[in-house]
C-alpha cells in the first residue's frame, strides 16, 4: 500500500507488541535510520550510550549533521563503519570536523580496497583531521561494544571476501529495550549464506535490510531466520531507480513485516523498543 510523505507525518508513529518470542523489559533502545538519501547512516541509542552506524556520503553529509543536531547529540561513544563503500564512510571526516566528539572508530578487519585508491577512509579521515590513531579499533565476528542497557554485538563477517566488499560488511545484532535490531550493512547473499549456514542469524524484532534494499541480498532463508515486525531500508529512488526491489518489498510484505524507507521522511525513520513494543515515527 503506498502511501503520501503527508499521510506519514500526520500519522507517523505506530505501536506494536515485538513478535516470535521476544523478552519484554530493559532500558529503551532507539535507531534513527537518517534521510541520507541511497546511502547508509544509523544513529543507535540505548540509555546514555550513542553510536553513529556508517556516515553517509560526503555528498550528504550536511544532512547528516543537521539530523545529529536536531537529535541533540554532541558526543559519540562510537562511529563504526560497516564497510568502505563511500556511500557508508563518505561523511566520517565532516563528522569528525563537526565539533561532535567522536571517542572510539570501529570499522571491520576484512575489507578490500579499491586498486587506484590503496588507502582505507578511516585512514584518509584521520590523517586530514589529526584523529587519534590509537582510538581505531578493528571488529571480528564476536567482539561486543559496550551498550548501556543492552549489548551490541558483530555477528559477521565470519571470513573475508576478496571479490565483493559489500560481504565484508559488519553486520551487527542490538539489543535492548526488551527486543533487537538486526544491522546488515551492505551485505549480499554470500553474506547471508555464510552466516545461514553457521547459524549465525538470530531472531530480531527490527531489521535494517541489506543493500538498500537492492535484489542482490535479502533472501526468503534471512527472512524466516529473522522473523521481524519491522524492516527499515535506507535509500533514495531517485538516486538508484532499482531500490527498493520489488523483489524484497513483496517477500516483506509476504511475512507480514512493515516496510518504512528513508526515503519517505524529511529527518529519518525513528524506531523505539521499549518494554517488548515498538514505535516508529517518521520524521
Given at each position: 500500500m503506498k502511501k503520501s510523505l503527508l499521510t506519514w507525518i500526520l500519522a507517523s508513529v505506530l505501536l506494536f507488541t515485538a513478535s516470535c518470542?521476544?523478552?519484554?523489559?530493559?532500558?529503551?533502545?532507539?535507531?534513527?535510520a537518517i534521510n541520507v538519501r541511497k546511502?547508509?547512516?544509523?544513529?543507535?541509542?540505548?540509555?546514555?550510550?550513542?553510536?553513529?552506524?556508517?556516515?553517509?556520503?560526503?555528498?550528504?553529509?550536511?544532512?547528516?549533521?543537521?539530523?545529529?543536531r536536531a537529535e541533540g547529540v554532541t558526543r559519540l561513544d562510537g562511529v563504526i563503519l560497516t564497510h568502505t563503500h563511500a556511500d557508508h564512510a563518505g561523511g566520517l571526516r565532516s563528522l569528525l570536523e563537526s565539533g561532535i566528539t567522536v571517542e572510539k572508530i570501529y570499522a571491520p578487519a576484512y575489507y578490500v580496497l579499491k586498486k587506484e585508491d590503496g588507502k582505507h577512509?578511516?585512514?584518509?579521515?584521520?590523517?586530514?583531521?589529526?584523529?587519534?590513531?590509537?582510538?581505531?579499533?578493528?571488529?571480528?565476528?564476536?567482539?561486543?561494544?559496550p551498550l548501556d542497557g543492552g549489548k551490541l554485538t558483530v555477528i559477521g563477517p565470519l571470513e573475508k571476501n576478496e571479490e565483493a566488499e559489500n560481504n565484508n560488511s559488519l553486520v551487527l545484532l542490538a539489543e535492548g529495550?526488551?527486543?533487537?535490531?538486526?544491522?546488515?550493512?551492505?551485505?549480499?547473499?554470500?553474506?547471508?549464506s555464510s552466516l545461514l549456514n553457521a547459524g549465525a542469524i538470530p531472531h530480531a524484532d527490527v531489521l535494517k535490510v541489506a543493500n538498500h534494499g537492492e535484489g542482490d541480498a535479502t533472501s526468503t532463508a534471512l527472512i524466516s531466520a529473522v522473523c521481524p515486525s519491522l524492516a527499515v531500508i535506507s535509500t533514495n529512488s531517485e538516486d538508484e531507480p532499482d531500490t527498493p526491489d520489488p523483489r524484497v518489498i513483496s517477500l516483506l510484505r509476504n511475512w507480514d513485516v512493515d516496510v518504512r524507507i528513508t526515503q519517505d521522511a524529511v529527518t529519518g525513520v525513528l524506531v523505539t523498543l521499549r518494554n517488548g513494543e515498538i514505535s516508529v515515527e517518521m520524521k
Open positions: 518470542g521476544a523478552e519484554t523489559g530493559g532500558a529503551e533502545l532507539s535507531l534513527l546511502a547508509d547512516a544509523l544513529l543507535l541509542r540505548g540509555g546514555g550510550s550513542a553510536y553513529l552506524i556508517d556516515t553517509g556520503a560526503k555528498k550528504s553529509a550536511d544532512a547528516l549533521l543537521d539530523a545529529l577512509p578511516v585512514e584518509k579521515a584521520i590523517n586530514k583531521t589529526g584523529y587519534p590513531e590509537e582510538n581505531v579499533i578493528w571488529l571480528r565476528a564476536g567482539d561486543t561494544l529495550g526488551g527486543g533487537s535490531m538486526l544491522l546488515t550493512g551492505d551485505m549480499e547473499f554470500p553474506e547471508e
